[in-house]
């Protein structure tokens, strides 16, 4: 991309563990409250927003095109279309480049992005059967027909869906997003030790950034309770005081006999939202804004879906060289930890000949991930993960951390569940 | 053309009324107009073929908006206004008795004899528009529905759903009308014309009528309507009432007994006893002095401007200081589709004060001054800072924080850097002055007084205070942004403590100095309840807060001198004892339960006033009370009038009425004043003034 996306502002709601404070707080209605932050203090009048693209996994019931209703709940005029993009874990960052692509294309000048998800407020499922059960007795007239259809009902009936499973597991292999872990952790032979080490320092990074009020810049306390009397001002997912011993002391959770990826060095289930204010550069030198960064370019890539977590060498892969850039020009890194276990055999598949070889087309490979420059203030691990946020969420995070160090250009990277990978490259400054 | 009615027909069996009263935005039914009506009536009756007649309005929001209320105020004796009744339920029971099916086809408020028109029609068909609204707020005026209402209205729909509408007066939207059976059918604005034809081809069936009469009657009406129902009833309604007014307002007791008596005779016989109580009450000073409140409010509304307003309309504002002034004006300000930015210090401040704007919300949601889908859609229409961002966006701004002039003028002048040139600068202070706050500032022109009362969503008053170099353009804003919200403003000039308080805080502290004679507080309290105040002077400075009352007393004592000292024993209270009223649970009051008890221990603490000795339980003299305490008032209220702080007594009494909950019935202070007339202002005062001294200096006023 020649003409660069410009990052207006950003921000985003403290991430929730899910079924904390944000329990009764509907993904629509979060990102409703940040948007309206968002849109209110900035300096670009409404009437130049040309569109909203808005991330979610799980799309609630009563929010189908859920893109619209956080639209007009956040006070947008009603002129202005909406739509919700859905690229599972990259979701948020599908809303970035998306708008970005229509940025690029000349079709809107301003879009506001973001992404949102209330893992706490996914919904039961009645199984099949029992749906079918009951539009039979609806249609029938007579009671003793009605009576004698009670006798049609199975205890079995009652055993509810967990949608929150059900999207956590792959349809293709019938595996959950923790088993694709244990797969690249058995492939890539990574200890338990490790894994735990991993989580442990995430913990460690997020809980002194935090100290450091790192997060003070993206977060805007975020009102909860039936009457919005409480705020939640910080992420409530970070442990300062987690250590090895309790970690290592948890058992397997996705293969109880010979795993190693446990819910301690897994990311947790997470409430936020996150929005962005998208424009064109020549938008921004007309207004005379003061963006935050700028989108280079980016990539999606897609790979065995058992194999997910792989994502990210994938889709560097294919932006390295459609920047025809190495790893080493990037400053700083945010690859997003679903598993500690998927991080590390990242950082192995990114530092193999061989797997650039075989697997990316390569000659050789992508390069070592400096450990310095990875996830510099946490990650999912420790900060959390709702799903259809965290794309979002990890480009406004990079922005945070490249001004923090004073740094230019940044890699914000993440795994897809169903086998998919993206990358984006965002800049601060001149190109 | 000049009259207001227009006959057209709509096909060969169908004709229309079309109410369009010349040069003016509404229909109302005066003698003029009811006469050409009863003229048509007449001409329709001897019309050949004649199927169907439907009754309509030409204005685009007023379908028709009552009686002349002109009219009504102009009767003084019982016979005329039971005189006046009487024609108009003649004619309205001539256009009951046309053999055609009449329908009255109503889009825009339909009000008070408005409403009796259509019930005296055989079908009403409603449109879903905003401005569809259906009522018989005719209590409101101290007089109670005259052209049948309280007769043909519980017909239809049962005592209980009638109560409500007449008692308090309740306006109803067209979907409540349908559930409630008021209304017969209710449509979209576009197929009026349409359905119309449709019952014009349905009313000669049988089958069709049949079933519409079937439809309008059930066994709970039946129930409701009997005597047994109408006792019981009107037994609990009454003492709701009594329970609010004490019954100090006639008019609701009046209907209540009309209610509870008719319904078991024949139609004309209750109607005679329902204009025999309209003439009645009609007649009474209370009725008078409530209509004359219309007129007034009437008037404020057409006020000519000043100038042409600086702003189109505000978009978006600011509030600095989420306390609950605050959060009240932003949560009333959001409803009418303002973006509000809350400023405070701190999250937690503003935790707080999102929780106060939610609770608003709430309220306004239950009593269904908003939907429960508005509700929601609101609740994210403010936002939260800790800083000035967005300020230069900001349209008006108003600093609602704590009342100290060093603080406020602080924080103004720190403001007006941070928004832009035009934003208007306004301060919610209740006494300070605005010139003291204005003087540091660069755009005095843009700074002015808007001043809440409390609870925001309730008063309807807001003072509008202009400081000496306020713009005027800058003042016709600030009407539009009040009057947008739906509150009332009234312009005052510049004082400390400006109008209300002006006058009230005396009314307040003198409360003290009786308690200091030896008064008890539940007579106090208990003299001004039966003069008709919603709460007694003492429970009023408790809801207040002393702390609040202490330091505005104080700014109008360093003001006003000796005229205005402060009871020594509310600056016991508040210093030395530290009680604070309803917030810290002790006052003048226990509010530890549910109803506040008098706090009797604070009767050892307090200061003997000069020349008294302290009795508690001092022979209490409701009369006494009341002219003590009114005439503080009255005199200081003159002092305004003389220094042009208002323009006249008519605001004065509105801004009583509105801002304190000053007896309605009574006509406001100063209409309270005139009926006391001046000479016994004046001996009172000077008999006043004689034993207690400065306080009671007579005003200027009433020589």
Redesign the interface.
Known sequence: MKNRIAIVDGVRTPMCKAGTSFENVQAD?LA??IM??LI????IPTEDISEVIFGNVSLPPHTPNIARVIA????LPESIPAYTVQRNCASGAESITSAADKIFAGRADVVVVGGTESMSNYPLLFKRSYTKWLMEAIKLKKVSQKLLHLFKFKLHFLSPVFSIKLGLTDPIYNILMGQTAENLAKEFHISREEQDQFALKSHEKATEARLNGYFQNEIL?T?Y?T?????Q?EDNCIRPKQNIFSLSKMKPYFDRKHGTVTVGNSCPLTDGACSLILASEDYCKKRDLKPLGYIRDYAYAGLQPQRMGLGPAFATARLLFNMRTSLKSFDLIELNEAFAAQVIANERAFASNQFGRAELNRSQALGEIDPEKLNINGGAISLGHPVGMTGARMVLTLLQSLKEKDQNLGLATLCIGGGQGGALAIERGAA | MTGSLHLNQLNDHAWVIDFDQPDSKANVLNQKVLEEFDALLEKIKNLKGVRSLFIRSKKPNIWIAGADVNEIAELDTPEDAAYKAKLGQKIFNHLNSLPCFTVAVINGACLGGGLELALSCDYRLVTNSPSTKMGLPEVKLGIIPGFGGTQRLPRLIGLKESLAMIIEGRIISPKKALKIGLVDDCVEPSILESVMLEIDKKVDREDYLNNLYKKRSSFSKTLQNSRFGRALLCMFARKRVIARTRGLYRAPLTALDILQHTGYHTLQKDLDMEAQAFGKLAATAGAHHMMDLFFKTEKLKKRKRLAEPSHDTIKNMAVVGGGVMGAGIAGVSVQSQIHVRICDLNWEALAKSRGLVTNVLNKACKTRRITKEMFELFRYQTTYTTNHDGFQKMDLLIEAIVEDLGVKSKVLTDLENKISPDTILATNTSTISIDELAKNLKRPENFLGIHFFNPVIKMPLVEIIAGKDTSPAVIETAINYTRKIGKTPVVVNNCPGFLVNRILLPYLNEAVYLLEEGFEIKDIDEAMLSFGMPMGPLRLLDEVGLDVAYHAGQILEDHYGLRMAMAPSLQKLYLDLGLLGKKGGKGFYNHSSRKPVPNSAIYSYLQPSEGNQMRPGKLPSKIYLQHRLMLVMLNEAGRCLKENIVSDEDMIDIAMIMGTGFPAFRGGLMTYGRDLGNERIKSFTQQFYESIGIRYKLSDYYH
């Open positions: 209605q409703a409250y309206k932050e209110f203090r900035s300096e007009l709940k956040a006070g306390p009102p309770g009457m919005d009397q409480h705020i001002i």
